[in-house]
Each structure stands twice: as structure tokens, then as C-alpha cells.
């Protein structure tokens, strides 16, 4: 018996069909993109004028597609680029605590800005004034572009000019990406899959010897994105300490002899499990907060948050741990000790700025110093103090491991040689607050 297809069964056939054309073509340029340009499933959609993703599926309009396809099918080419690249800079989970508005603009920006540079007959397209002029706006800065920096940009303009790029540069809906507030683990299980699609990606690229620019610039843009949050994390984690912990040490643990002992006597076990292991993870650490007039709330909590990511992670701190939060600028304003991770939690939630004077490093150090004599502080780690390093900087070396987290650009002369440093720019702050896990 012939099946005859229903209307709506025949336009499903025709937009996978499609879809699997444009996909093709797409590879045919870029065949390092195999892997990534198959991550999504496709979905109809009628709810949307456009495509949209969400890290797991590729959403469609069925009449879209149609229209699109025989007046420009270049167009579809660039439109589901667009979605994968999206997807590869991890720009879906990144927003963090920026607004989602011009987020979005910057995000779109710069994925129609890494297309446009591309020399692929496929994806060429004229451009119009007004993107080439943004373009050059952000070349102007010396900065590379990426979607902090595009978002600074964004929050100097005036709403008219703002609404002229959302109109410009706008290729796909957004409506499927995760809000900070609803994360889930199904958010986090797409972002860690574009994590190992793209590190594929970039994989395939080099293994085949290509000699392809288009291909290094899409994998540099996303090393600069992610860079920070791994750059840190790494950091952050020279301040651990070899030390016992609890725990039953699995490589000291003889599995046959334990279970021969319970077959043998019933409930009694020949070897007991080793109830301890060493471990080099964090103990005691400080974080000092320069609240001068050159730092800002939300730079500090953003700061913060990262940090406190980064020590909650299992393998990081200790169960019993001991941290302290100092705030000061030309004196110590506020110092909260920590004894739980839980605790770091409450912190973030409740967190206000105290001080706003001038920056003089050196009364940190003393109370610092004075803690550690009265032993306060017993297995100290180290410091980390988070400024803009416009200040008087202690010129005697600590006992303890020291390093200065600068923001933005800082005078490399006027820090001591003991001391560790390490560069991050205010733009990529949101995007470290905003990340889940190490990259």
C-alpha cells in the first residue's frame, strides 16, 4: 500500500534536505569543521523567523529555509555558520552578569565579524557601511575583538547607535540560550561538548597541515575568550600545599586481599582500607581586595566569584579549609574569615564595597605578618591581592607565596621581584564569573 505524505511531511523532507545541502557546502570550504558542523540535531520550529541553538540543537524555520533558499542560499550557509560559531566560542554560557541586550548585539558582532573575514567563496557577502566602519572602530582599540571587548564598546554607545547594530548585525534568535540564573546540568553538558568539539576541530586542522587562516583565526578567537578562566585556575592553584587529608587512598588499597578476608570469616576483612592520602590542595589562603577608587563592585564580586569557583571545586580545597577576605585601600577596612566553602556563598550574595581611599599595599602585609606570628594563621599558603597596582608596594619579601592579580595594564618596574603577577582585563572578568568549570 503507497503511503501518501501529508504537506507538512514533505516540507520535513524537503528542509532536512536543505539543511544537509548547506551543511555540505559549508564542509567543502571548511573541512576541519566536520566534527563541530555535525554537533547539533535539527528541530523544526515555528515559533521563530530565523535558526537559533542551544549547544544540543539546531532550530528551524521550515518557511525560512524555503524562502531563503531560492532567493539566497549563500545566506543559509552563513546562517548556520553563524549558530556553530556561536557554539564554539562558548558565547551561549559566557553572559554572566552583563546585561543580555547588548550581550547579544556583541556576540553577534563578532561571529558576523570572524565570517566576514573569511575568504571563502561560500560565505562572501558586501559589506555594508556601516559594519565596516564598526570594524575599524574596533581595530582602532589595539585590542583583538571578542565579545568583552566588542561589549565595552557597546556600553560607551548611545541607545540610537546601539539599536542601528542590533539591526545590522542580527542573524539568529537567542531565545533558546541559558539565562545565568537557570543553568543546568544539561547547560553544562553542552558547554563541556563544544569544549571537546572545538579542542577536535582544532585538532583536525593541525593534523591535516592545513595551512588554513580562516580556520587558526576562528580557534585564536576562542583561546583569547577562554584563555582567562584557565590562565587563573592554573594560577590560582601554584598556592597549593602536599598535606593528609582523610580519605581512603585508593592506590594503597588491595581490593582482593579485603574481599578474601569477608569471604573467609564472613564480616572481617584482612586488610582495612588506608583512611588517609596526600594531597596537594589549598588550605589556608588569604585574598586581599583593593577597594580604591580605581576598582568597582561589580569588577570585585566578579573577581570573587571566579575565585571562589575555582577553590569549590573538589579537587582544589581542602574540607577543612581556612580563607579570609580582606578589603582595604590605604588601610585594612573589613576582614571576613571563611571556614566553609558554603560560607564563600553567603559572602558573594552580600557583598558590599568598604573604602574608596588611596592604595598603599603595605598594611595588608603587616596584619598578614602579625597573624602569622600570633598564629592565627598556621599553614598559611599564600596571598593573593586583587588591584589596579597603582600603589606603595612593601619592599621587604614575605614568608608566604604573594601574587598580584592587576587589572588591566600595570607598571611591571614597580612590582617586587618576589612577587607573583598576573594580567587580567576587565572585560574578561564577566566572562570568568561566568564560566563552569576548567576550560
Known amino acids: 500500500m503507497v503511503h501518501n505524505i501529508t504537506q507538512t511531511e514533505w516540507e520535513e523532507e524537503m528542509a532536512v534536505k536543505i539543511l544537509g545541502f548547506t551543511r555540505n557546502q ?5 573541512r576541519f569543521m566536520d566534527i563541530a558542523l555535525s554537533g547539533l540535531i535539527w528541530k523544526s520550529d515555528n515559533t ?3 535558526m537559533a541553538v542551544d549547544g544540543d540543537y539546531l532550530y528551524y524555520s521550515r518557511e525560512q529555509l524555503f524562502r531563503v533558499f531560492k532567493s ?3 545566506f543559509l550557509s552563513r546562517l548556520y555558520l553563524h549558530g556553530i560559531l556561536h557554539c564554539i566560542y562558548g558565547h551561549l554560557w559566557l553572559c554572566g552578569r552583563r546585561s543580555r541586550v547588548l550581550w547579544d548585539v556583541a556576540c553577534d558582532i563578532v561571529t ?16 555594508s557601511f556601516i559594519r565596516q566602519q564598526f570594524y575599524k572602530q574596533i581595530k582602532d582599540t589595539g585590542k583583538a575583538v571578542s565579545a568583552p ?34 543553568m543546568s546540568a ?3 553538558n553542552a558547554q563541556n561538548k563544544w569544549d571537546k568539539i572545538s579542542r577536535q576541530s582544532q585538532m583536525e586542522l593541525e593534523s591535516h597541515g592545513d595551512n588554513d587562516k580562516d580556520g587558526t583565526q576562528i580557534f585564536d578567537e576562542r583561546a583569547r575568550i577562554l584563555k582567562g578562566r584557565r590562565n587563573y585556575s592554573s594560577f590560582l592553584r601554584k598556592f597549593a600545599v602536599l598535606n593528609e587529608e582523610l580519605k ?26 588506608l583512611e588517609s592520602r596526600e594531597t596537594v590542595k589549598i588550605k589556608e589562603f588569604v585574598v586581599a581586595v583593593d577597594t580604591s577608587y580605581s576598582t568597582n563592585g561589580e569588577m570585585v564580586k566578579n573577581f570573587l566569584k571566579e575565585t571562589y569557583n575555582i577553590l569549590s571545586e573538589s579537587d582544589s580545597f581542602f574540607s577543612s579549609c581556612h580563607m579570609r577576605i580582606i578589603q582595604c585601600d590605604d588601610d585594612i577596612r573589613m576582614d571576613l574569615e571563611i571556614k566553609r566553602k558554603e560560607q564563600l556563598g553567603h559572602v558573594l550574595d552580600n557583598f558590599h564595597i568598604i573604602g574608596g581611599g588611596g592604595t598603599d599595599f603595605r598594611p595588608v602585609f603587616r596584619y598578614i605578618n ?18 589596579d597596582g597603582k600603589g606603595i608596594y612593601p619592599k621587604a619579601k614575605p614568608a608566604y607565596k604573594t601574587a598580584f592579580i592587576f587589572i588591566d595594564d600595570y607598571d611591571e618596574a614597580s612590582v617586587p621581584p618576589w612577587a607573583m603577577r598576573m594580567k587580567i582585563e576587565p572585560g574578561h572578568l564577566h566572562s570568568l564569573a561566568a564560566g563552569n568549570g576548567e576550560l
Not at 559549508?26 to 571548511?30: A, D, G, H, T, V
Not at 581512603?248 to 582500607?273: A, M, R, S
Request: with cysteine; aromatic share 12%; glycine share 4%.
Open 370 to 387: 602579625d597573624m602569622v606570628k600570633n598564629k592565627i594563621l598556621k599553614n598559611l599558603c599564600g596571598l593573593v591581592y586583587f588591584t
Open 72 to 74: 539566497n542560499s549563500r
Open 26 to 30: 559549508l564542509y567543502l570550504e571548511l
Open 48 to 50: 521563530i523567523d530565523t
Open 149 to 182: 571587548v566588542v561589549y565595552n564598546k557597546l556600553m560607551e554607545m548611545d541607545i540610537s547607535s546601539i539599536e542601528k547594530l542590533q539591526r545590522e548585525f542580527y542573524t539568529d534568535s537567542h531565545k533558546y540560550w541559558p539565562k545565568e540564573e537557570k
Open 248 to 273: 581512603c587512598d585508593p592506590d594503597e588499597f588491595d581490593l582482593n586481599y579485603y574481599t578474601y578476608g569477608l569471604g573467609l570469616y564472613g564480616n572481617l576483612p584482612l586488610i582495612e582500607p
Open 186 to 188: 544539561a547547560s553544562n
Open 112 to 127: 558576523e565579524y570572524t565570517i566576514d573575514s573569511m575568504d571563502k567563496p561560500g560565505l562572501k557577502r558586501p559589506l
